[in-house]
């Protein structure tokens, strides 16, 4: 994460055959408005929620493409709940709980780290990304 240091970032876990998918279109709109104004927003596949990601990698990343013009970037495939879970997932289940404490509900919880590198926010996976505008405006500004 050093390498985002003095940014706001936006941590997702996605799926490409989720209901939740078209989020990627708003996801990409936040990333277009503000990846200049000092946002990243970055993608994590993941398939422990109803097998909704069950691609490799280069077809998670081409799908992210061609279907939702994706530019921000993607990671390779991980686990967001469990023994085997990502650390950046790890870190901030325990620093923002959400509705099943520690746990990720579903695919497109959304995590929202501030310029100083600390969680700022937790989203739920219904949440819609024009929804979270506010809060990196404010993070931002």
Known sequence: ?????????????????????????GLEELNRKYKDKGLVILGFPCNQ?????PGDENSISEGCVINYGV?????????????????IFKYLKEELHGLLGSK?????????IGTDGKPVKRFS?????????SYIMKILN
């Not at 985002?4 to 078209?22: E, H, R, W």
């Not at 929620?49 to 990601?53: D, I, R, T, Y």
């Not at 996976?125 to 505008?133: C, D, G, N, R």
């Open 125 to 133: 996976p219904v949440t819609k990304p024009e929804k979270i505008e």
């Open 1 to 25: 994460m050093e390498t985002y240091k003095g940014k706001a970032v936006l941590v997702v876990n996605t799926a490409s055959k989720c209901g939740l998918t078209p989020q990627f279109t």
């Open 49 to 53: 929620f109803g097998n909704q990601e």
């Open 104 to 112: 990720i509900k579903w695919n497109f919880t959304k995590f929202l």
């Open 71 to 87: 530019t921000f970037q993607m990671f390779s495939k991980v686990d967001v709940n469990g023994d085997n879970a990502h650390p």
